[in-house]
């Protein structure tokens, strides 16, 4: 399809466990951005690339957190020695443009389960 | 001030009314919007986007910024049961290309 796309929809994994999220953005979406979405609440900024560059990962809630998009498209979130509060949807987002502030396009999310 | 706020409702209205969906900002927040519809389970979907001060609409769906008073909404004329979702009021943050949201409308239309 032309949209964002994200795999798996769903993963659980036990605490302590690395796991893996991958983001394959529009294709020639210059920007791609991750979120995360606990219940009930808006999504809350990850870190963000402009091709290959990471240009913002102050959202990454601690070092277990690590993005890559080594070759300008596809990009996977890892997250080592999973804790129960990471629990929650991760979204990934891109757009079309270099400039700021353009519209993203969301994926349908992976939702992270904790166990 | 949270950078971008919300109402998380429920806000219910019947079939065919108009649902007025309001946000304010702060100034951490740049002057472009977003609003998103987001069903149950599902990823959030952009319906609006507005740059500049005044109205836009698009079908039944207008949004109008107030840069002013600090204030987006986002108005759904005829109402349909199909528009019942959670609606996110996003803004872009100033000096970087994310995007700050709201935590959310629920909108309830009954038949």
């Known amino acids: 399809g032309a949209g964002v796309s994200q795999s798996p929809r769903y993963k659980v994994a036990k605490r302590g466990q690395d796991v893996a999220l991958r983001c394959d953005p529009i294709?020639?979406?210059?920007?791609l951005f991750w979120y995360q979405q606990a219940l009930g609440q808006g999504p809350e900024f990850l870190t963000y690339f402009q091709n290959e560059a990471q240009l913002d990962k102050s959202g990454l809630p601690s070092d277990r957190f690590f993005a890559e998009r080594p070759e300008g498209s596809v990009s996977t979130l890892k997250i080592q020695r999973t804790q129960q509060e990471d629990s929650a949807v991760y979204l990934c987002?891109?757009?079309?443009?270099?400039?700021?502030?353009?519209?993203?396009?969301f994926g349908d999310g992976t939702r992270l389960s904790i166990l | 001030q949270k950078e971008v706020e919300q109402n998380s409702g429920p806000l219910s209205v019947p079939e065919g009314a108009i649902a007025s969906l309001n946000c304010t900002y702060s100034d951490r927040v740049s002057q472009s919007f977003f609003w998103y519809r987001q069903y149950s389970g599902k990823s959030p979907e952009l319906i609006m986007s507005i740059y500049s001060n005044g109205d836009k609409e698009d079908g039944r769906f207008t949004a109008q910024l107030n840069k002013a008073s600090q204030y987006v909404s986002l108005l759904i004329r005829d109402s349909q049961p199909s528009d019942s979702a959670t609606y996110l009021c996003?803004?872009?943050?100033?000096?970087?290309?994310?995007?700050?949201f709201g935590t959310g409308t629920r909108l309830q239309v009954f038949p």
């Open positions: 294709s020639g979406h210059v920007s």
């Open positions: 987002a891109s757009s079309l443009v270099l400039q700021g502030n353009q519209p993203q396009h």
């Open positions: 996003a803004g872009g943050a100033i000096n970087t290309d994310k995007l700050i």
